[in-house]
């Protein structure tokens, strides 16, 4: 409600405001990049926004019970009218989609009352017999000009850290590097080869694992989760291809070394049976998560790793986190390109890196290679991606027997399960390398030759 015309304001788009925060707390980061609590002229409503971000700060619950609490111990609930306030709040009902229209309400009421107050303070001078007409004008001049350079502060200018923060960022990683005795700064992926050009799996990256159908991309990709969680790391896997406990099996195979056949049939051999059990104890303990995601979006996805990394920061500002969308070619988008799907993919593979790099998590993508053994649908994949690794089977002439034995696909396992994994694209670090692995497909695992 507008107050009179010395005090701008919108006491409906204040309100509007807070009950978004308090209905949806993914949207508190939102409304603090953009508001502060000088922002709300009722002092009912920038109480509460304060009593919000404080408890966002401090890693807190923000409903009812906190800010209540909050208030109280800071002796404001009485003065904004008791819980009820609180209460009466939560029932606005708004749109929450429409946070950033309040938001700017309420960055433009902020503004004229800013104007307001520096035209008051301008005719209190003209008032100043001492005070000259040349001496109004120039402290006119001078605090509107820092009126509009704060305006366009706080509503124009992207977030920018001081170059000497970034260099103490740079050094004190320095350090910690040269204080561990050559260890990887990223999560390892149990390929020694791999980890010693990429640095492992760094957090901000995103690694794309590019194979044609039954080469292994997503078993790779697979065995790089494992040892992230083996390691102490966070994982979670989100696979549009295969519901959540088939995806178990296959890690348990893997980790086990149990032969599928025997899994499918349930006929275990003494070893197997062994494998089984440890591999089901061992994992019991690792922080896994397995989605089943056929009918999600890309934008959900990374919208889930967010809420995902976030709690789990909450608890371990320290961990390490890895994520695999398996895979990016039957990735879904809620944009419309019609038919366009290379711009589609384009949009999935550009959507995963920025996740990445926003919530410095590590991300794999799968991604399927097209007969001319380029990326299927999307050049685009290749531009944002970090590391792309592509799997690929031995040349025919490198093969023993030449091309008449290679094209016979003879059983001989030195030959079929061979496979070459190339580095097509590694940021900061050497490419166009190679390392030869062994792809054993009946437990779904790599082994490095």
């Known amino acids: ?18 009950c978004c925060l308090l209905n949806d707390s993914r949207l508190v980061p939102v409304a603090l990049d953009k508001l502060s609590p000088e922002c709300f002229h009722h002092f009912q409503t920038e109480a509460v926004f304060a009593a919000i971000s404080h408890l966002h700060k401090t890693f807190k619950p923000i409903d009812s019970v906190s ?85 366009l502060n706080s509503a124009d200018m992207l977030p920018c850290r001081t170059f000497n923060e970034i260099i103490n960022d740079c050094v004190d990683k320095a350090e910690e590097r ?9 999560i390892p992926t149990g390929f020694l080869a791999i980890d010693q050009h990429t640095g492992g799996m760094q957090e901000g990256r995103l690694w794309v694992v590019a194979g044609e159908t039954s080469d292994g991309k997503s078993t790779l990709v697979q065995n790089f989760m494992e040892e992230a969680c083996r390691t102490g790391g966070c994982g979670v896997y989100y696979s549009y291809e295969m519901p959540d406990t088939e995806c178990a099996e296959r890690f348990i195979c893997s980790q086990g070394r149990i032969d599928n056949a025997e899994l499918m049939t349930g006929k275990f051999t003494p070893a197997g049976l062994i494998g089984w059990q440890r591999a089901t104890r061992d994992m019991k303990a690792w922080k896994l998560s397995l989605l089943d995601v056929a009918d999600a979006t890309i934008e959900q996805i990374c ?17 390490r986190f890895v994520a695999s969308i398996d895979y990016l070619q039957l990735a879904n988008t809620k944009e419309k390109f019609g038919d366009n799907r290379e711009r589609a993919v384009a949009h999935i593979s550009k959507t995963a890196k920025q996740c990445a790099k926003r919530n410095r998590v590590t991300i794999l993508m799968p991604s399927q290679l097209n007969d001319d053994g380029k990326m299927r649908e999307s050049r685009a994949i290749g531009h944002d991606a970090d590391v792309v690794l592509v799997i690929r089977k031995p040349k025919p002439e490198e093969q023993k027997g030449g091309k008449k034995a290679y094209a016979k696909e003879t059983p001989d396992a030195d030959l079929t399960d061979m496979r070459e994994i190339f580095c097509g694209k590694n940021r900061g670090g050497k490419r166009n390398w190679k390392t030869t692995v062994r792809l054993n497909g009946a437990n779904f695992q790599f082994v490095a030759q």
């Open 67 to 151: 800010i209540i609490s909050h208030l109280r111990n800071t002796e404001q609930l009485e003065k904004i009218g008791g819980s009820s306030v609180i209460m009466e709040l939560f029932t606005y009902l708004p749109i929450p989609g429409w946070l950033d229209h309040y938001a700017e309400i309420l960055i433009e009421k902020h503004a004229m009352r800013q104007v307001v107050a520096a035209a008051a303070a301008i005719v209190e001078r003209t008032r100043n017999p001492e005070m000259t007409s040349a001496g109004v004008m120039e402290y006119a001049v001078e605090e509107f000009t820092r009126l509009s350079a704060s305006r």
């Open 303 to 319: 919208r889930d790793i967010t809420l995902r990394i976030n709690s789990i920061r909450k608890v371990d500002p320290a961990a």
């Open 1 to 18: 409600m507008e107050n009179n015309h010395l005090s701008p304001s919108n006491h409906e788009a204040e309100q509007a405001v807070i």
């Open 178 to 186: 040269a204080a561990s005795n050559g260890q990887i700064p990223g």
